[in-house]
């Protein structure tokens, strides 16, 4: 008889639904409510402890009892380590399970976007029959709706219509501008995103999408969504999309979109459509008594020409209502040089005629000055409804427009039809109307100087307290004004450089670089003279390089920069910049020598021009003494450092993030002093700092936490490191895209700490994570490219598989012998790791010279006393022991003790595998008790030091087994 399963304890359940703040701890989707869930089946554990148990929502815990479900990816170990670090979050965040409660749906508005643009179907005179179709097609397709056409022809006014009409039917209506990919869309929805009890700081974009769409789910039916101006993206994202019967989701699209939906084609107006559509913007509602035979027949002409369009008849209409311009002059205006006769099916010549129409009906309208102003602002904005609020944000401008009524002027034109409104009191023109006001426009870019002044100061960024991105929105309007003036080469340098800044921010690099390298171009053409200006955006383009590990391209752009006759002239500040920041691409490049010069030079500048105490010494000094620290003068850079620390503590506030900054800078200088204790408290204090500063997933918290991560893994407490680490992963995956380069370095120095603690196959799932993104990314032959392939080239070695990381590492060598210096090194590295896989291979001549050939290089840059030179003498050793070589074998591992203990302290996890080969070479050398003696201690250090499963461990108690049964061990 099978055993019955007892209730899980209510103390339990509690205690894990407290614990992870009533959300599952595989989405994170605070919104879906859940279930306990056993991690290992009841079946097979017959366990209700808390260590067996995790709260999953019900769509997680569905998928992970499905075949090929998420049992593929997250096994009972994954799902484990999912719940520990989503409740180490928790706590770190003080997320408390009420923040989790859904929204009250009883209080939410039927109209859940911050703009539902509505327009009444009274006023869709022309289009009642189409109107009919969306509605029967809706109802009776059970599938989304996708209404085709070209621009202007009224897919988005059948929509509005739509909207109104049904307006009572639903219980809620979502209204999304779809222009752009799905997860940008959401982002700039603060009232949707509000009225859900979404947050939008610290939310991945896609996780975001995912979150909306899956409380959205749970909102009273019946639903309409509709996605206006949506692209061919659209067909990327069916998985998400709400689906039929529960929604109707109606598109409007000029673009074809494939999958499964319904096309519904809007053509061109009928002739008597048109007419009435024309009449009616003319002469009101009773149009058909008004209208008599003649004007009919002007009408007829006039839509005849321009070809029955919707956008230009309605346009028309008004003109002759607003502006009481006649049909005889509209009808000429509309009609010079144009042979009127059938319509053409050829959707260029359409569009080419319907530009042409709005040429002629703008010049015949007779605008005022302040309507051509308030026009011209709109074609440079994004294509999307813009509250007054927020174009009051952009509009100041020189007192003499600030004598404009903006209100008066939007509703003017949304009376003559040029621009549309919403009942929110939100604006915005049509699309094709605005390229029509850009094309025909002079003076342009001059008319609109404040908006561009008013952008720079909403895109100005403080490194210090701002979230890039809560500049996301800002970051659009920037993007749609340089689209406009770009090829025009208009002066648009600061806003191309704060642009650029929260591009490079948000991990847009190529888009940054453009934008940079654009703005020096502009600043020398209109500000030659500005050479503070060139020097910083100099220094913005040179540290991406930096950024994306391409030191040596910084070096050139810094090099040929300071040569540069003009920057003789230079403000000593901003020459001092340059030195720095050519010191640091040198730091990068691993030329320490040539970055010390350069940090002298920045230093000595800053000193001779800056007030005492300036908190700039602080970070010079911190950066001049990790230059000195990779030369070996360790005294020197210790002094530089107490000093720096002491200036940082005189400049700065307690709590200030830039004393963070300098704290996390003094933290790695520490660390590579071998001060561990110090750096460890140094890390702890900048990222309390950061933490009461700014949200969880913000950079400086990531960076920290990944700087910290790094100094448990020196310190071989890999178990600390992994956990920082995949917090920093976490935020940064909420942050930014995948191909982030950010992200790509989290995965990979994760997948380095995996293969520390012996976790090979997570290392090399992570590390080909990494690579794949990279090669797309920064090219082919590039050094983060080599360092990838290296990894995974010794993560391969580590699973067994030593052909392929024989490939890798050859890979990695061959790249960086193409871009460094042969005494490089990270030359020496690669020349060392792919020696590790010729001796795995037999090929012991060629590994010897290779090993040799490392140690030679790393004497030369390091100094004999330094763990690479010791790595390098363990690695030599261990090739002669396979050739029978004991003695040389023997002195080159008594040396790399000796280093080891020196450089990383008597318990330091690496020196068990000296100590354990030490141990085995003293046994072939009949030395027995010197052998048992420094096995026993190589086991103790490797106990205290690393996992309880680490191979280490195990391979230590085989080598104890071998001495001590005195059976030759497998070398």
Not at 64 to 72: D, R, S
Not at 517 to 530: I, V
């Amino acid at each position: 008889m099978a055993q019955s399963r007892p209730p899980i304890p209510e103390a339990i359940k509690i205690q894990i639904i407290h614990d992870q703040a009533n959300t599952c701890c595989i989405c994170q989707n605070p919104y879906a409510g859940g279930t306990i869930h056993h991690i290992v089946p009841w079946a097979e554990s017959q366990d209700n402890s808390y260590e067996n148990l995790a709260f999953l929502c019900p769509n997680c815990h569905d998928k992970v009892h499905k075949e090929k479900g998420l049992t593929q990816n997250y096994p009972p170990d994954r799902v484990r380590e999912l719940k520990q670090l989503w409740i180490q979050q928790v706590k770190q965040r003080n997320i408390l399970p009420q923040e989790t409660h859904l929204p009250s749906f009883k209080e939410l508005p039927r109209g859940l976007t911050g703009t539902i643009p509505r327009l009444n179907p009274l006023d869709l005179v022309g289009r009642e029959s189409a109107l009919v179709k969306l509605r029967v097609g809706l109802e009776t397709e059970k599938r989304m709706l996708v209404v085709n056409g070209i621009g202007g022809v009224g897919k988005t006014s059948l929509a509005m219509a739509y909207t109104f009409q049904y307006w009572e039917e639903y219980k809620h209506v979502v209204w999304l501008t779809a222009d752009k990919p799905l997860e940008q869309v959401v982002t700039k929805e603060a009232q949707l995103l509000e009225n859900l009890g979404i947050r939008l700081e610290g939310l991945k974009p896609k996780i975001l999408l995912k979150q909306v769409f899956q409380v959205l789910d749970k909102v009273p039916k019946p639903r309409l969504l509709v996605l206006d101006n949506a692209t061919q993206a659209l067909e990327n994202y069916q998985d998400v999309l709400p689906q039929a019967p529960d929604w109707h989701v109606l598109v409007t699209s000029r673009e074809e979109i494939k999958g499964n939906y319904t096309p519904h084609y809007l053509d061109l107006l009928q002739e008597d459509d048109a007419i009435s559509m024309f009449a009616f913007c003319w002469l009101g509602n009773d149009w058909q008594k008004k209208l008599n035979k003649n004007q009919r027949e002007e009408v007829k002409k006039l839509v005849r020409t321009v070809e029955y369009h919707t956008l230009t008849v309605r346009t028309l209409g008004l003109a002759a209502k607003e502006a009481g311009i006649t049909l005889t002059v509209l009808l000429d205006a509309m009609s010079q040089g144009r042979q009127i006769g059938n319509r053409t099916n050829n959707q260029k010549e359409k569009i080419k005629n319907v530009f042409e129409s709005l040429k002629r009906l703008f010049e015949v309208q007779g605008m005022t000055k302040a309507e051509v102003w308030l026009l011209q602002v709109f074609a440079c904005l994004p294509p999307d409804y813009h509250p007054f609020q927020t174009l009051s944000y952009l509009l100041k401008g020189p007192s003499h427009l600030l004598n404009y009524d903006v209100g008066a002027l939007t509703t003017s034109l949304v009376n003559k039809g040029w621009l549309q409104s919403s009942v929110q009191d939100a604006y915005k023109m049509h699309r094709m109307m605005q390229q029509s006001i850009v094309e025909n426009s002079t003076r342009l870019h001059a008319n609109l100087s404040h908006v561009q002044n008013a952008l720079v100061d909403l895109l100005t960024f403080n490194e210090d307290y701002d979230n890039p991105v809560s500049f996301r929105n800002w970051l659009t309007y920037g993007d749609s004004f340089i689209s406009i003036f770009i090829k025009s080469q208009e002066n648009l340098t600061h806003l191309l450089e704060k642009s650029g800044v929260i591009h490079q921010e948000l991990g847009n690099y190529k888009l940054a670089e453009e934008y940079y390298k654009e703005g020096f171009n502009q600043l020398e053409k209109f500000h030659g003279n500005d050479l503070d200006g060139l020097a910083i955006l100099v220094s913005r383009i040179g540290g991406l390089y930096v950024i994306q590990s391409k030191p040596t391209k910084a070096i050139d752009l810094y090099k040929r920069s300071l040569n540069d006759l003009r920057f003789k002239n230079l403000n000593p500040i901003s020459k001092a910049k340059l030195y720095g920041n050519l010191g640091y691409a040198y730091l990068k490049n691993q030329q320490f020598d040539l970055a010390v010069k350069q940090y002298e030079k920045a230093l000595s500048i800053e000193i001779d021009n800056r007030r005492q105490n300036h908190p700039q010494f602080s970070i010079r000094q911190s950066d001049l003494a990790n230059a000195y620290i990779s030369l070996g003068n360790i005294q020197v850079a210790k002094n530089l450092l107490i000093e720096a620390e002491e200036n940082a503590l005189r400049v700065f506030q307690l709590g200030h993030p830039s004393l963070g900054d300098i704290q996390m800078n003094l933290a790695k200088s520490y660390r590579d002093l071998g001060q561990y204790d110090i750096s460890e408290s140094m890390y702890l204090k900048a990222l309390d700092i950061f933490i009461e500063c700014f949200e969880q997933a913000h950079p400086k918290i990531t960076r920290c936490q990944e700087q910290l991560s790094s100094l448990y893994s020196d310190l071989g407490r890999y178990e600390q490191a992994i956990s920082l680490l995949e917090l920093a992963l976490e935020s940064n995956l909420k942050l930014f895209e995948e191909t982030h380069f950010d992200i790509a370095t989290n995965k990979s120095n994760l997948a380095i700490l995996y293969n520390k603690n012996g976790e090979y196959e997570k290392a090399r799932r992570l590390l080909e994570e990494a690579l794949a993104p990279e090669v797309t990314m920064v090219g082919p032959i590039d050094l983060t490219i080599a360092t990838r392939k290296g990894n995974l080239g010794n993560i391969y070695r580590n699973l067994g598989d030593n052909q392929k990381a024989k490939e890798m590492l050859e890979e990695a060598l061959r790249i960086s012998e193409e871009i460094l210096p042969m005494d490089h090194p990270k030359i020496a590295l690669r020349r060392s790791n792919l020696a590790n896989v010729y001796r795995d291979l037999g090929e012991y001549d060629r590994a010897i010279n290779l090993y040799q050939l490392a140690l030679q290089s790393d004497v030369k840059n390091y100094g004999p006393i330094h763990q690479k030179v010791a790595n390098r003498k363990y690695n030599l050793a261990s090739t002669f022991m396979k050739t029978g070589n004991f003695s040389e074998a023997r002195d080159l591992l008594e040396s790399a003790k000796t280093i080891e203990r020196e450089s990383l302290g008597k318990d330091h996890p690496t020196l068990s595998y000296t100590l354990n080969k030490l141990a085995l070479t003293y046994w072939y050398l009949k030395e027995e008790v010197l052998a048992i003696s420094t096995n026993t201690e190589a086991l103790q250090i490797a106990i205290a030091g690393l996992s309880e499963k680490h191979p280490q461990i195990m391979q230590i108690r085989k080598s104890m087994a071998y001495i001590v049964k005195n059976t030759p061990p497998k070398i």
